[in-house]
């Protein structure tokens, strides 16, 4: 009936994701609130998903759906690296879910951040909005908890930067979203991705960088 | 003249007591009666060339082209019947496409390739079709460099540095096999290509005939196109010029 005691809302990744190139690889993050309207189905949830060896997703929106086009998406990235005899490119790989999203886009509610590594054009980020289309950035953020951080995004950024201030900006950025997004929280995760491989660190809930809000 | 297969060669789906697709090999025959279609891959680019036979002096100079554009980075030359291969130039074109479409970016050499071959070699499956009668050469500039690959009506694909089909493929085969491909540019493999389609062009059996060339190179921004015309004057002018020295000679 009217106000049932179980959650009845498609789980949803309401989420902060975000990711940024920095001198040889890319960082990217995500926070780990899964909620199914108020309830949070999930409080440790891992929004960056693997699709290839070095190219990862930033899952944001439906989880269901994401879910979904990123399995795909790892299917035919594996297959398509058998025709190539080598790694796609990110931007292969952004393309091709692309083509998923958009002629789906009635059906769909995703919006994923595809970044990575690849031999030729290096370190890639690219962002794939609500209704299709790809846009390259050197970094890149998304989410409903992202509106809160443009600014700080913007203002911080800067080009070039070493491994380490670009896993401390995006963990700062993430967690400003969370004090301000209640779809937001839980834990950091990151996943920095290099031609030496991929690195997963992880921010507990109780250790999350101090900054702003006077401190 | 030619063997006959006596009851295995009426389709396609027929091997013969030895082993043989005779009806793969009646295409194959088809190729080899039409004018001779060279490739080569040299350092910067691939040189495509061909032996475009006259049949009749109503024809426009220009038109019938053997030589097709499949994408930006990609063209190839086809030997054998004009209507078949068009249709392989058609399939190309749409597999070049709708890769771009599906993964953003240029369809690699190799990919490429093995789609045109795949869709040949389904094409001597089944009973109801027939073999494609052409064999395509395509040259691609791809993020990997050029290169050039042979598609032959049993589907067969392989990555050549030079090749040749059609009547004087021998010939021109061992022609190809005398030049340094590997220290060559596009420009000086023009030359060359030219000078081979003049040599093994037969003046008795066949007229008259147009040479087309075409190339995609460092100096053609690694994209097809025909070459330009003062240097397909150039290298037609030099082709007779080294045919003229070797009937001196004799």
């Known amino acids: ?215 | 003249m030619s063997s006959i297969g006596t009851g295995y060669d009426l389709f396609a789906t027929t091997f013969s007591p030895d082993g043989r697709v005779f009806q793969v090999e009646y295409a194959t025959k088809a190729v080899e009666n039409s004018g001779t279609a060279i490739g080569l891959r040299v350092k910067d680019g691939v040189v495509l060339g061909v032996e475009k036979l006259i049949l009749s002096k109503m024809l426009v100079e220009g038109s019938n082209r053997r030589i097709h554009t499949i994408d930006k980075h990609a063209g190839l030359v086809f030997a054998g019947l004009s209507a078949d291969a068009r249709q392989l130039v058609n399939r190309s074109r749409d597999e070049a496409s709708n890769y771009r479409t599906t993964y953003g970016s240029d369809v690699p050499a190799q990919v490429l390739a093995n789609r045109v071959a795949s869709f040949t070699h389904a094409h001597t499956l089944y009973w109801s079709l027939r073999p494609f009668g052409a064999s395509v050469l395509m040259g691609v500039y791809d993020a990997d460099g050029p290169q050039l690959y042979c598609v032959e009506p049993s589907g067969s694909c392989y990555n050549y540095f030079g090749c040749a089909v059609g009547k004087g493929k021998q010939a021109a085969k061992v022609e190809i096999e005398k030049l340094d491909l590997a220290n060559m540019t596009a420009r000086q493999a023009v030359v060359e290509v030219a000078k081979i389609i003049y040599s093994v062009h037969d003046e008795v059996k066949d007229k008259a005939f147009e040479l087309e060339l075409s190339w995609v190179c460092d100096e053609s921004n690694r994209r097809h196109q025909l070459v330009p015309k003062d240097l397909l004057q150039e290298a037609e002018k030099q082709a007779k010029e080294a045919l003229q020295e070797d009937m001196d000679d004799e």
Not at chain 1, 149 to 155: E, K, M, R
């Open chain 1, 1 to 215: 009936t009217g106000n049932p005691p179980y959650p009845t809302d498609d789980p949803a990744l309401g989420t902060t994701i975000m990711a940024v190139v920095y001198d040889g690889g890319v960082v990217m993050g995500a926070d780990s609130r899964t909620s199914a309207g108020s309830y949070i189905a999930n409080r440790a949830a891992d929004k960056i998903t693997l699709v290839h060896d070095s190219i990862f997703v930033c899952r944001s929106g439906s989880a269901a759906d994401t879910q979904a086009l990123t399995d795909y998406l790892k299917l035919y990235l594996g297959m398509h690296s058998l025709d190539l005899e080598e790694a796609p490119s990110v931007q292969t790989a952004a393309h091709l879910i692309n083509q998923l999203l958009y002629s789906n886009k009635n059906h769909l509610m995703a919006g994923m951040i595809v970044a990575g590594w690849d031999k030729r054009n290096g370190p890639s980020v690219f962002n794939i909005p609500l209704g299709g289309g790809v846009i390259p950035e050197l970094y890149s953020i998304g989410g409903s908890g992202s509106s809160y951080i443009y600014g700080y995004v913007d203002a911080n950024f800067k080009k070039n930067m070493t491994k380490e201030e670009a896993q401390t900006f995006v963990k700062n950025a993430v967690s400003l979203a969370i004090a301000r997004d209640g779809s937001s929280g839980g834990l950091i995760r990151t996943v920095t991705i290099s031609a030496d491989g991929v690195e997963r660190e992880l921010v507990l809930g109780d250790k999350l960088p101090k900054i702003g809000f006077g401190q």
